[in-house]
């Protein structure tokens, strides 16, 4: 009998831990944006400038700026640095730059910036964290998105950890705002807390032991060790960071929103989704209303089945509230099950420090992007001080075997630690991160940003030559060279994720439907920056133009009207630029046809419908591109398969590294 219906997608060896430690470093600083100082190189040809005083080439500067400008030092015998009479940034200091380097003497003027150190926290376990480094092919590059932000300024985001409950006394999880969670688990078995449902989210240990599966009710469950998983997965999204103590969290200042929903063997749909449901907001019946409803929602769990019809109903509505749901694969070597395999669901794959598929990660559809989940390329466990596993996962857990005893670490020796269930948290805390640059983003929009800035899989391997295929009725359950097809759009990339949510996003919007030579309302007002800069101009074109030519009555408003004249073929395209001067380009196929002069009847087509009479009808202007072009092969909708017949009751399984 199949009892329980989520697993845990994750594994460590339970051994006593040990922390590593190094030099603390101090706090590193962010650059500022703004300046008050430029360098100036004179052409060669320009000898009456360079003849000229310090003063005189100020005041040529100052004649083509319109600023006051100052000279401060010469730094060559054709380059000068000078100072500007206020400091500025984005446009305005853009604007200086072009009336400068329009002069005929000037080689080149550009902005004077500082620059700082990278922003490395203090925490010293961060040298195990490989995969937030950028030293390894699979690694994040999160190290340098903190150069933009750590989610510490402004409101940061909110991430809902759906899982086991969190260890509030653990000194990487009690210095952060953990926020107020809820324990939905419905069954005092599966709680082991002594209770049902309450406001208590904290994690008592979800150990099987031999009495336990001497029971009915966990007889096919897995006995072993309290997983503190519910710690692990929050750790790896926001630990306190930057405090000199253990390790670093993605998001330095991300709030946590604790969800309980895995207990002891595992945890029940019902209560999943009921705690998916409540952490973006929805009112679920029984709870308390959730005050801090997550920008994120994790999920290091799931079955080997068809997304059912409850777990895309509630998809659907959180995705509608603009929370975006990210998801473990799984680790049995086949494809996703629930509720990765969910419509609007960001599945997250594993791969190996190199960008191969790790042995254990499933793939296929319903795998969107991937992201490191811990490997050894050594033999193992045991592991020994001399040969320890070299790209495992570190966490955060408690040593209590049963229950809580004192907070600690995993290691790379005594209790290494791997999983698709840390694959997915690396993805949710690089989207709180985009979060903090850009609030207004959706689920759509986090998917895609992610998707385009992810870095290409690599096409070869110097420990296997397999390539990775869609299991069907095999396991795929061997390192294996990735394709888009079956391991996602790439890897996990957060700076570039991060870059990328700092653009302004173009948006066109129209809903008419018009003959060859009427104009059609375009608009892009609805188009947006990220916080705090503004769109400062519109411009539209069209491309790939076959046939007639499109008109467009005002190729620099944010709303305006196109119209052809007969049958065409084109792209039309709006670019939206901020106030910093960030571009971002939107593109839309659209088709025209005209109709014929005589015609008797309906010719059969797929863009025409007949009005039942036999005459003639009106040809339709198609917005065939309401779905942007630039987004790639990759980007595929999932398809809910409500399977009502079948039992969604799983087991939790353990899942080793090869």
Same mark, same amino acid.
């Given at each position: ?116 150190i990278q922003a490395t926290p203090s925490d010293p376990l961060l040298a195990n964290q490989w995969y937030f480094l950028g030293v390894e092919p699979a690694a994040t590059h999160t190290d340098e998105a903190w150069d933009v932000t750590t989610d510490s300024t402004g409101t940061p985001a909110v991430v809902a950890v759906l899982d086991t409950g969190v260890r509030p006394d653990h000194p990487d999880l009690t210095n952060k705002i953990i926020l107020a969670g809820y324990d939905f688990i419905s069954d005092a078995r599966v709680g082991n807390d002594g209770d049902g449902r309450d ?36 750790s790896l999204i926001g630990a306190s960071s930057n405090d000199g103590v253990g390790m670093a969290g993605a998001g330095w200042g991300t709030r946590i929103l604790p969800v309980r929903v895995l207990g002891k063997c595992g945890g029940f749909d019902s209560d999943i989704i009921d705690g998916m449901r409540w952490a973006a907001g929805l009112t679920v019946e029984g709870a308390p209303q959730n005050q801090n409803p997550a920008n994120v929602i994790n999920l290091s769990l799931g079955g080997d089945d068809d997304c059912n019809a409850a777990y895309q109903s509630a998809v659907d ?227 790939? !133009? *076959?046939?007639?030519? #499109?008109?467009?009555?005002? $190729?620099?408003?944010? +709303?305006?009207?196109? %119209?052809?004249? =007969? ?23 659209? !088709? *025209?046809?005209?109709? #014929?002069?005589?015609?008797? $009847?309906?010719?059969? +087509?797929?863009?025409? %419908?007949?009005? =039942? ?46």
């Amino acid at each position: 009998m199949k009892m329980l219906a989520a697993v845990v997608l994750s594994a460590f060896v339970a051994l006593p831990a040990f922390a590593q430690s190094r030099e603390y470093q101090g706090p590193r600083l962010r650059a500022p944006d703004a300046t008050d100082q430029i360098i100036v190189r004179w052409r060669n040809g320009a000898q009456t400038t360079l003849a000229a005083s310090p003063a005189q080439r100020a005041g040529k500067l100052t004649a083509s700026s319109g600023l006051s400008i100052q000279h401060k030092r010469r730094s060559s015998s054709n380059t000068d640095v000078y100072k500007l009479d206020h400091a500025m940034s984005g446009t305005e200091l853009q604007a200086v730059l072009d009336k400068l380097n329009a002069d005929p003497d000037v080689a080149f003027a550009v902005a004077d910036k500082r620059r700082q150190i990278q922003a490395t926290p203090s925490d010293p376990l961060l040298a195990n964290q490989w995969y937030f480094l950028g030293v390894e092919p699979a690694a994040t590059h999160t190290d340098e998105a903190w150069d933009v932000t750590t989610d510490s300024t402004g409101t940061p985001a909110v991430v809902a950890v759906l899982d086991t409950g969190v260890r509030p006394d653990h000194p990487d999880l009690t210095n952060k705002i953990i926020l107020a969670g809820y324990d939905f688990i419905s069954d005092a078995r599966v709680g082991n807390d002594g209770d049902g449902r309450d406001a208590d989210a904290s994690d008592p240990g979800d150990w099987v032991d031999a009495a336990d599966r001497a029971t009915s009710f966990f007889a096919n469950c897995t006995a072993g060790n309290s997983s503190w998983h519910g710690t692990r997965v929050s750790s790896l999204i926001g630990a306190s960071s930057n405090d000199g103590v253990g390790m670093a969290g993605a998001g330095w200042g991300t709030r946590i929103l604790p969800v309980r929903v895995l207990g002891k063997c595992g945890g029940f749909d019902s209560d999943i989704i009921d705690g998916m449901r409540w952490a973006a907001g929805l009112t679920v019946e029984g709870a308390p209303q959730n005050q801090n409803p997550a920008n994120v929602i994790n999920l290091s769990l799931g079955g080997d089945d068809d997304c059912n019809a409850a777990y895309q109903s509630a998809v659907d509505e959180i995705t509608g509230r603009g929370t975006l749901i990210v998801a473990s694969v799984g680790n049995d070597g086949i494809p996703p099950g629930t509720p990765a395999n969910c419509s609007n669901v960001l599945g997250v794959g594993g791969i190996r420090h190199v960008g191969t598929k790790i042995g254990f990660s499933n793939l296929g559809a319903g795998t969107d992007i991937s992201a490191p989940g811990g490997n050894c390329v050594n033999n193992g466990p045991p592991f020994t001080d001399a040969a320890p596993c070299q790209y495992a996962m570190q966490v955060a857990i408690d040593t209590g075997e049963k229950s809580p005893v004192a907070p600690s670490y995993t290691d790379r020796v005594t209790r290494p630690n791997f999983g698709t269930s840390f694959s997915a948290p690396l993805v949710a805390g690089a989207a709180a991160l985009m979060h903090s640059v850009n609030p207004r983003l959706t689920p759509d929009q986090y998917t895609t940003l992610l998707q385009e800035s992810a870095t290409p899989f690599p096409t070869s391997s110097a420990t296997t030559n397999t390539i990775c295929r869609v299991p069907t009725n095999f396991v795929q359950g061997g390192e294996c060279i990735c394709t888009t097809v079956t391991c996602g759009a790439g890897m996990l990339n957060t700076k570039a994720a991060v870059n990328a949510a700092r653009k302004p996003f173009g948006i066109v919007q129209s809903t008419a439907t018009i003959n060859p030579n009427v104009a059609v309302s375009i608009s892009g007002d609805t188009s947006f920056a990220a916080a705090p800069r503004t769109v400062a101009s519109y411009q539209w074109s069209v491309i790939n !133009v *076959t046939g007639a030519a #499109p008109t467009i009555a005002d $190729a620099a408003a944010a +709303s305006t009207t196109v %119209q052809v004249s =007969g049958n065409s073929r084109f792209t039309l395209r709006l670019r939206v630029t901020d106030d910093a001067g960030t571009t971002d380009d939107t593109d839309f196929a659209m !088709v *025209t046809a005209t109709p #014929p002069e005589t015609q008797t $009847a309906p010719p059969s +087509s797929p863009i025409g %419908q007949s009005d =039942g009479g036999g005459g003639s009808f009106d040809w339709l202007l198609l917005f065939l591109g309401m779905l942007p072009l630039a987004l790639p092969a990759f980007r595929r909708r999932k398809v809910a398969n409500g399977s009502a017949g079948r039992s969604h009751r799983r087991r939790r399984r353990e899942h080793f590294a090869e």
